[in-house]
């Protein structure tokens, strides 16, 4: 009699619990992000590199196709963070950009991109707090909480992008961190040369290809009518989303490059949790309960 009790008040607790897990509503599938992620992008500064980019002129070239303006241009990036330089030529500086996921917003549908575009796409806004750190530098330092959106597939990201506007400069693609985890790498570069075929003239001169989750822009010399080198540009995302890489080399040297740091921890989501406690590891639980009931006998 004192085992049956025993056992009746096991089982009532263990399926008690069941009930009162907190349940949050899942997240868009095209989201690739988990509340508390914790991520740090490494920007790299290769400051002897840049002179053919500068002697060409190339900025300007450039600004007659697509304009980043002074805040984006990579001009910009530079003069940011070399009026602090004070090491030897040979160094290589670097700024870290944390990033901490507050939120997971709600789905927004608008032609957030007007005036450059006023195609109606569908996003889901993140919060996090985020800014940037220069090792070695501890006066230089900033932390700020602002929002990001994340497309919900392969033609809305392109046009976050602006048509891939923003691969031109480091700066333009930190707008872009996330895209699409369910995005087709192959329609977004075949959509991209399809507008860019559109509007002829230099716009013909650039080549894409498809990489593994990413793509990368190539411009011969005399492309852009002034760039006496070829222009590269690689970006990749991971399979969630996440930005992983990026790099702008001008001439064949390397002169600014992105790159995403392992995150410091695991974190497991509530949908996680959920799916071990109703999925696979309710089977588990099932045995737990079985295991327990042949010890009490």
Do not use: C
């Amino acid at each position: 009699m004192e085992k049956t009790k025993k056992i009746s008040l096991t089982i009532i607790g263990l399926l008690l619990f069941l009930p009162f897990v907190k349940y949050s509503p899942a997240q868009e599938s095209y989201v690739g992000l988990n509340y508390g992620d914790d991520y740090k992008w490494k920007l790299r500064i290769y400051q002897p590199s840049w002179n053919y980019y500068f002697n060409d002129y190339f900025e300007e070239s450039l600004g007659n196709l697509w304009s980043l303006g002074q805040f984006y241009n990579m001009t910009k990036v530079y003069l940011d963070w070399v009026r602090i330089y004070t090491d030897p030529p040979q160094h290589i500086l670097e700024v870290h950009f944390p990033f901490n996921l507050i939120d997971i917003g709600n789905e927004e549908t608008s032609a957030f991109l007007t005036p450059f575009d006023n195609t109606t796409i569908t996003t889901t806004l993140i919060y996090a707090t985020t800014g940037y750190i220069i090792p070695k530098r501890s006066n230089y330092k900033s932390e700020y909480n602002r929002t990001w959106n994340i497309a919900n597939n392969t033609s809305s990201f392109l046009r976050q992008t602006l048509n891939l506007t923003l691969a031109f400069s480091v700066y333009g693609i930190m707008e872009v961190p996330f895209a699409p985890k369910t995005i087709n790498w192959g329609d977004f570069i075949t959509e991209f040369l399809g507008l860019m075929n559109s509007r002829g003239g230099l716009y013909n001169n650039i080549s894409a290809t498809v990489l593994s989750n990413g793509y990368s822009l190539n411009v011969p010399a005399q492309g852009f009518e002034s760039n006496s080198y070829a222009l590269y540009i690689k970006v990749k995302y991971n399979s969630n989303g996440i930005l992983a890489y990026y790099e702008f080399t001008y001439g064949g040297q390397r002169i600014v490059s992105y790159v995403l740091d392992t995150p410091s921890t695991e974190v497991l989501s509530e949908s996680d949790i959920l799916s071990i406690i109703y999925g696979a590891g309710f089977m588990a639980f099932i045995g737990l309960i079985v295991l327990m009931i042949k010890k009490l006998k």
